[in-house]
């Protein structure tokens, strides 16, 4: 049985080697970024966004300055400024079969969002990230393994 001191440990241990290998790089791996960067840019952001402020996990992560500088600059060149200069937008066929109206409604008054629920948004779009990422991770790696390997638990010594 694996104890919550052990995992945490392991984490701190996967932090040290992530912050060696990184350095003071752009990317893990030569020059431009890979799937395992993506990987990592998404779990720091998670952590750290979406973890709370007493969090052992997010207290090692904090440890590691290069990973939060690198995640930081990836947020701000990927998410923040990336899809909306680089993707085109576009725009209904105008020939389309559906009719147009041409009345304008009347909009609405906005609220002013408070901070607590910008916050709350915030932390739960990264926690949806962070599902869809688990559930695609865990996904890819059950793939890789064949049903008779799951099933032979009698000669790894599990009770």
């Given at each position: ?114 901070q607590e629920?910008?916050t709350f ?35 790894l010594g599990?009770?």
């Amino acid at each position: 049985m694996v104890y919550s001191g052990q995992i945490y440990r392991r984490a701190n241990i996967a932090y040290g080697a992530l912050s060696s290998r990184l350095g003071e790089h752009n990317f893990l791996f030569e020059n431009s970024p890979s799937s395992v960067d993506a990987d990592l840019l998404a779990h720091v952001l998670v952590t750290l966004q979406v973890l709370p402020e007493t969090s052992v996990l997010r207290s090692k992560l904090l440890n590691h300055d290069n990973l939060l500088k690198y995640a930081e600059k990836h947020k701000a060149e990927f998410i923040e400024d990336g899809p909306s200069s680089s993707v085109p937008k576009f725009r209904a066929d105008p020939s389309s079969s559906t009719p147009r109206r041409e009345s304008n409604p009347k909009p609405k008054p906005k609220r002013e969002k408070t901070q607590e629920e910008k916050t709350f948004r915030k932390r739960a779009k990264y926690f949806l990230a962070a599902q869809l990422f688990a559930v695609v991770l865990f996904l890819s790696v059950m793939g890789r393994y064949d049903s008779s390997d799951l099933d032979d638990d009698e000669d790894l010594g599990f009770e």
